[in-house]
C-alpha cells in the first residue's frame, strides 16, 4: 500500500536523498533522517518528514532510532560515516563507530516489527588477498570469507551484516542486504575528502577546463580497476533486493571493469580536452583490482545494473560542472583541489597493509602470520623515522610545508 510509511536513515547523504525522492515518486510515506542539520542534506524533500542534525537525526542514538522506526514498515539503513578511500584509509575509528547506527537502527526496527530491514553493506568488505591483481576476476559473494576486508571500514560492515543474518535467524526481523560497488550520480560528494573516485575525476577536469590549465593529478598509477554503478541502477536494485527472497548478501554493482586511466579517458572525452597526467603515487589508491561478478543476481533477478558509463558519467560530469562553476571561476578553481579530510595518518598502499604506520603493532593483529611474505610478529612500526623526518627542516619552511601538507590531497 503506497500510504504506508519507510524509514531512509542516511537521507542527507549521496544514496538516501535519491531514494526518498524514488519513494516520493512512488507515492510512499517517507521519514528520513540524518545526523547533518537540513541545509547540508544533498537533497531536501519538503513531502518527506525530516529529522535532522544531531538532537534529532543522529541514529546513534537508540532513541533517535525508536522515533524514527515507530509505526514503520520498511527501514532503509544507509547511514554511515564513510566517504571514499582518502577518508576511510585516514579515518578508521570513525568508520567503525558506525556500528552503532547500524546496531541501533536494527534494534529499533525490530522492536518496532517492521516489515523489511535493508542494509547497505559494501565491495569493502571482500577479502583483501583476492583484490591483488590489476586483472582480477570479479568478486564472488562467497570470496568475503576467511574475513580480510578493508581496514576499519570494511571490518564494520561485515560485522553488520552479520548482524543483520541473526537478527532474521534468531528474531525473525526481514533483512536484506546488498554489497555496493561504488555507486556514482549526481547529487553527491564532489569535493572535500569523501569523494570518490568519478567524481573526483568529473572535478579535476572541470578544473582543468575552468582554469585552462591543462594537468590532473592522479592517485597511485592508474592502473588500478574498478567498476561504478549509477545512481538510477542502485535504486533499482535496492527495490528488487528488499522485496525479494534473497536472504543471503548480494553483490549489487556494475561489471563494467575499468582502469582509473580509462575512467580519465572517460571525463576527457567528455569535456574534449586532453590532460598531462601526473601519478600521485604516496596516495591512498585502494586494492589492485575490484569488479562485480553478477551470477547470483542475474540468476536471482533475471537483471543486473546495466547503465553504461560512460552514459551515468556524462549524466554526473554536467552536474558537478554546474555546482562548480557556481562556486568557482578561472582564478579560483585550483582551490577546489584542497580537501580536508586528511587526519595526518599515513596513507595506505594497495590492500591496506602500512608496515610504515605507527599503528602497524595493532593493524597486525588476526592478520595470517605469513600475510604479505612476512610474519605477523616481523613487522615493525616506524616511529622514529617519522619523527627524523619531521625534525629535518629548518622551522619556517617546515611550517608552511606542514600546513600545506595537511590541506592537500
Ligand atoms: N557510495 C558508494 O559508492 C557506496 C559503496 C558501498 C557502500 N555504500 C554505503 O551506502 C550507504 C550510503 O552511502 P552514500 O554514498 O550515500 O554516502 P553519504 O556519505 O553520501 O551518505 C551517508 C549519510 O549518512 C549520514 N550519517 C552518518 N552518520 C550518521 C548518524 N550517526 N546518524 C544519521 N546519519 C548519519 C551522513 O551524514 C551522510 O549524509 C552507506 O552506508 C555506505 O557505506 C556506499
Not at 584542497?338 to 599515513?346: A, D, E, L, P, R
Request: glycine share 10%.
Amino acid at each position: 500500500m503506497k500510504s504506508e510509511l519507510v524509514v531512509v536513515a542516511g537521507a542527507g547523504g549521496f544514496i538516501g536523498g535519491h531514494l526518498v525522492a524514488d519513494f516520493l515518486r512512488k507515492g510512499y510515506r517517507v521519514r528520513a533522517a540524518d545526523i547533518k542539520p537540513l541545509d547540508e542534506w544533498y537533497q531536501v524533500h519538503r513531502k518527506a518528514e525530516n529529522f535532522a542534525g544531531p538532537m534529532k537525526g543522529d541514529c546513534r542514538d537508540f532513541r533517535i532510532c525508536r522515533t524514527l522506526c515507530k509505526g514503520a514498515k520498511e527501514v532503509y539503513q544507509l547511514a554511515a560515516d564513510m566517504g571514499g578511500m582518502g577518508f576511510i584509509e585516514n579515518n578508521k575509528a570513525l568508520c567503525m563507530l558506525s556500528v552503532l547506527t547500524n546496531t541501533h537502527m536494527i534494534m529499533a526496527a525490530q522492536e518496532a516489527g517492521v516489515d523489511r530491514f535493508f542494509y547497505s553493506s559494501s565491495a569493502c568488505v571482500y577479502n583483501a588477498d583476492k583484490q591483488k591483481d590489476p586483472k582480477i576476476t570479479a568478486l564472488k559473494e562467497a570470496d568475503a570469507y576467511p574475513g580480510l576486508p578493508e581496514d576499519g571500514y570494511g571490518w564494520e560492515k561485515l560485522f553488520s551484516e552479520r548482524m543483520c543474518r541473526h537478527f532474521r535467524e534468531d528474531f525473525g526481523l526481514n533483512t536484506r542486504v546488498a554489497r555496493f560497488h561504488n555507486v556514482y550520480g549526481p547529487n553527491g560528494t564532489w569535493e572535500g575528502g569523501r569523494e570518490k573516485a568519478p567524481a573526483a575525476i568529473c572535478r579535476k577536469v572541470i578544473a582543468a577546463v575552468v582554469s585552462g590549465k591543462h594537468d590532473i593529478e592522479i592517485w597511485g598509477d592508474g592502473t588500478q580497476t574498478r567498476s561504478f554503478m549509477y545512481i538510477d541502477d542502485c535504486l533499482k536494485g535496492i527495490q528488487l533486493i528488499t522485496h525479494s527472497n534473497i536472504l543471503e548478501p548480494i553483490n549489487l554493482g556494475s561489471s563494467e571493469l575499468v582502469s582509473i586511466n580509462q575512467l580519465v579517458d572517460i571525463a576527457e572525452d567528455i569535456a574534449g580536452i586532453k590532460l598531462n597526467r601526473h601519478y600521485k603515487l604516496d596516495a591512498p589508491r585502494g586494492v589492485a583490482g575490484r569488479n562485480s561478478d553478477n551470477t547470483k543476481i542475474r540468476s536471482y533477478l533475471n537483471w543486473e545494473p546495466d547503465t553504461r558509463l560512460r552514459d551515468g558519467m556524462e549524466r554526473t560530469y554536467r552536474w558537478i560542472y554546474d555546482e562548480f562553476t557556481a562556486k568557482y571561476n578561472a582564478k579560483t578553481a585550483h582551490l577546489s583541489s584542497i580537501s580536508t579530510f586528511t587526519k595526518g595518518s599515513h596513507p595506505i598502499p594497495g590492500d591496506g597493509f602500512n608496515p610504515e604506520s605507527r599503528f602497524a603493532d595493532t593493524w597486525k593483529q588476526g592478520i595470517p602470520a605469513t600475510y604479505n611474505g612476512k610474519a605477523s610478529g616481523t613487522v615493525k612500526a616506524a616511529r622514529p623515522a617519522k619523527k627524523a623526518k619531521k625534525s629535518k627542516p629548518a622551522r619556517k619552511p617546515a611550517k608552511k610545508a606542514k600546513g600545506r601538507a595537511a590541506g592537500r590531497r
